[in-house]
């Protein structure tokens, strides 16, 4: 019978859509990266999402969440996202934590019931405590490198952490991650080189922060503030999406040689 995953089904075949349907998937940080893999999860058939962030959409999200619009300024991502989820699919289960994933927070989270967790959060403490929690559960996990600063989305590409170049979080997740032992980890990276964000004082979130209220961290805090465009974290976060659907289905895809 025809339903929203038909046209997916043409591809995959039924006994993967059932495979998508009974797994369950974590998706820490759902901005402008997650919220996009997000996105391509529901659209696929996911049949649980954990969603876990504590972010309020704010106005200057606008230019690259998915979840971010005019309506949405103000209120938590997690409760956004799982409305968006249940428009696309009612019979998804979205479980939302409003929890900052950190070394102190990470025992709330149980990573043994999880098939697959994406990693989209933006702290080195944070990243490394998801890959050492994978890693002990024997849990899949893909983790999002830098994607701020960056303009070329074609530069993104699928990487073991240790054959990336050029980027500086990938570099600093390849000596952590050495010294913790471990041997692989499965990300998605640029090769472009970082721009330098435009130093102007009259769009600088330090001088006119605007983040809601009840903003637990606010942009005030950053050491910088990245640029970012419409279009570069889309793309990673789909491409890890992608990276999920193809290794919860064993579907790998066929690629030609010139």
Do not use: W
């Not at 900052?100 to 989209?120: G, H, L, M, N, S």
């Not at 073991?160 to 991650?177: H, K, N, Q």
């Not at 983040?211 to 491409?239: D, E, F, N």
Request: proline share 4%; aromatic share 6%; charged share 25%.
């Amino acid at each position: 019978m025809l339903n929203q995953f038909s046209r997916t089904e043409l591809l995959f075949g039924h006994e993967a859509m059932e495979k998508l349907y009974n797994a369950r998937v974590a998706v820490f940080g759902v901005g402008g990266v997650g919220g996009y893999t997000v996105e391509a999860l529901a659209r696929s058939g996911i049949g649980t999402l954990d969603l876990i962030d504590d972010d309020k959409v704010c106005l200057t999200n606008i230019n690259r969440q998915v979840l971010a619009t005019r309506k949405t300024v103000g209120k938590y991502k997690v409760e956004v996202a799982r409305d968006r989820i249940l428009e696309i699919n009612p019979d998804a289960v979205v479980n939302i934590h409003q929890t900052f994933y950190t070394p102190e927070t990470k025992d709330q989270f149980d990573f043994t019931q999880y098939d697959y967790v994406v990693d989209a959060i933006d702290t080195v403490t944070g990243k490394l405590a998801l890959v050492m929690q994978a890693e002990a559960a024997g849990t899949p996990i893909i983790s999002c490198m830098g994607a701020g600063n960056k303009i070329n989305a074609a530069a993104l590409e699928v990487a073991d952490i240790y054959e990336t170049s050029v980027c500086p979080l990938a570099r600093v997740m390849r000596t952590e991650l050495r010294k913790r032992g471990i041997k692989h980890l499965k990300v998605v990276y640029s090769k472009e080189k970082a721009i330098t964000p435009v130093d102007d004082m009259a769009t600088s979130c330090r001088q006119h922060c605007i983040c809601p209220p009840g903003t637990a961290r606010k942009c005030t805090q950053r050491r910088q503030v990245p640029g970012s465009t419409a279009y570069v974290p889309a793309v990673a976060g789909l491409i890890i999406a992608g990276e999920v659907i193809n290794d919860l289905t064993g579907k790998q895809p066929e690629m030609v040689q010139n």
